[in-house]
């Protein structure tokens, strides 16, 4: 499902992320106190309350609300992640650094979540933080 800009006739891509597929053993939790246009990374704690192990990679997805969906930013076309993946041990946290400055354009004001991708042992889920550009 695309929803399109009348004004510059560009597909943008909602997100596939909804209440069924995301992990609910645990949280993802926004660190930085604030938030702004300037911001450049987001550090993210990762709480898994769970009695499994998880993987996640260097990969996140940005999405800011428009209206009522949840629409994926785009990043610049040189952006680069170094593929790795790593575990996040059962009833531990893990640290994450979002670098933001990989998106094609820079926050604006509004409400965003992050998504983060994992795999664990009843397959793909997702982590989402919820946070606020001021």
């Known amino acids: 499902m695309y929803l399109f800009s009348l004004a510059g006739c560009r597909p943008y891509q909602l997100s596939d992320v909804n209440d069924t597929n995301v992990f609910d053993w645990g949280k993802l939790i926004v660190q930085n106190i604030t938030i702004t246009c300037d911001t450049e990374y987001l550090n ?10 998880f993987s996640i990679g260097t990969v996140f ?3 800011q609300k428009e209206k009522s969906e949840w629409v994926v930013l785009s990043y610049k076309t ?22 933001l400055r990989l998106l094609e354009k820079s926050l604006k004001p509004g409400e965003y979540r992050i998504v983060i991708p994992a795999d664990g042992i009843d397959g793909k889920f997702y982590l989402v933080a919820h946070f606020a550009v001021t």
Not at 44 to 53: P, R, W
Not at 82 to 91: A, D, K, P, T, W
């Open 44 to 53: 993210l704690l990762i709480i898994n309350d769970s009695h499994d192990s």
């Open 61 to 63: 997805q940005m999405e």
């Open 78 to 99: 040189d952006a680069k992640f170094i593929l790795s993946s790593r575990y996040v041990l059962q009833e531990s946290t893990s640290v994450f650094e979002a670098d």
